[in-house]
């Protein structure tokens, strides 16, 4: 039998592309016995694939190399134009005006929406009004918050199911009875899961013990998204601008909102936009709060600015600031147009 060639293993190799391969596998798949030349061959001929200017394979370990998959360019112009994706804002149910701020923000396909927020402080509420409004896009919802287990296998979680129905504004079904979103008991790997071109939305991202793992996993979980758009919910800690994860958590969100409580009432909400990477506006660090009525409507939603009297602190003198009834904030002014 002829020695082996280099050309010989290159086409082998080129069936494999992106596998971790050994040098054992490389003798077993292509036949060659110990003790001939081509035994020997193999080790050396590997060893010049992964040198020069564009090698066929890296070393990984001793033995052991990963067949290199090289990208091909993408073409920059020339390409028909992605629209821009006209995501719905969630509603004031008293009002029936719009959270306006959302139509300042653009939101392009494959954009990330993090919602990061302290306990009991309105994160699903937000992201079903998302979801509500945005039911064209046929919203694939997963996570711990609307799922359970039984003996029987998984069914919706019982605290969902009621703040479904308490949203009397939406009509969940479509005109044959079947929901116009779909609900998959996931809790982790999301991405695997995730059908892309959808609204996605995973509440919440649970990695007790492994919070190093949120970036990585939020970038699965945009990577799968594709054209469609995915709103991520994790929990904050108190006083801090991030959620859990630290500041990796922000790595790929191209809209984060802060939720944080406000005042001593335990029912309002301050919303913080800490991250916009592209608006028709300024609206990146403003500030809203709003009132949570049955566990979902939002109502009395307005901008709230820095109080004047003791610059955001709540107190001034050792005493509750009596402008802002120590929150820290006052509610903005309304502009209004002046006359021709």
């Known amino acids: 039998m002829a020695e082996i060639t280099a050309r010989e293993v290159k086409e082998f190799l080129s069936k494999i592309p992106g596998q971790v391969i050994t ?3 490389v003798r077993k798949e292509l036949q060659i016995r110990a003790g001939t030349k081509s035994f020997d061959a193999v080790r050396n001929i590997m060893f010049q694939l992964a040198e020069g200017k564009r090698p066929v394979v890296k070393p990984t370990a001793r033995g052991e ?8 360019p993408v073409t920059v112009f020339g390409t028909e134009k992605r629209p821009l994706v006209e995501l719905k804002p969630p509603i004031d149910q008293e009002t029936k005006e719009p959270l306006d701020f959302f139509n300042d923000i653009v939101f392009r396909q494959g954009d990330m929406i993090v919602l990061s927020g302290f306990k009991n402080m309105g994160k699903t509420a937000l992201c079903l009004n998302l979801v509500a409004e945005n039911l ?6 997963m ?4 799922t359970i287990m039984n003996q029987n296998g998984f069914e919706v979680s019982p605290r969902l199911r009621a703040r479904l129905e308490n949203m009397t504004w939406v009509n969940w079904n479509d005109g044959d009875g079947n929901t116009r979103f779909d609900l998959l008991p996931v809790y ?29 996993v939020m970038e699965d979980i945009k990577r799968a998204t594709g054209s469609g758009i995915s709103i991520v919910v994790l929990q904050k800690n108190p006083g801090t601008d991030y959620g859990r994860g630290g500041n990796p958590s922000k790595d790929f969100a191209d809209v984060e909102l802060l939720l944080d409580p406000y005042g001593e009432d335990k029912q309002m909400v301050m919303l913080t936009v800490e991250t916009v990477k592209e608006s028709r506006k300024s609206v990146q660090g403003r500030r809203f709060v709003y009132r949570i009525k049955k566990g979902v409507e939002i109502v009395d939603f307005r901008e709230v600015i820095k109080c004047s009297n003791c ?4 107190w001034k003198f050792n005493r509750p600031c009596d402008e802002c009834n120590k929150t820290g904030y006052r509610d903005k002014p309304i502009q209004t147009e002046a006359n021709d």
Do not use: C, T
């Not at 190399?65 to 091909?72: D, G, L, N, T, W």
């Not at 996570?143 to 609307?146: D, I, K, L, T, V």
């Not at 892309?196 to 013990?209: C, E, F, K, Y």
């Open 143 to 146: 996570g711990n918050e609307y």
């Open 23 to 25: 040098l054992e596998k």
């Open 311 to 314: 610059w955001g602190k709540g």
């Open 65 to 72: 190399y990963k067949v290199i998959v090289y990208a091909s």
């Open 136 to 141: 064209d896009m046929r919203p694939l919802l």
């Open 188 to 216: 982790r790997d999301y991405a695997e899961q995730i059908l892309p071109d959808r609204l996605v939305a995973i509440d919440w991202v649970n990695l007790p013990g492994e919070y190093y793992l949120v970036s990585p």
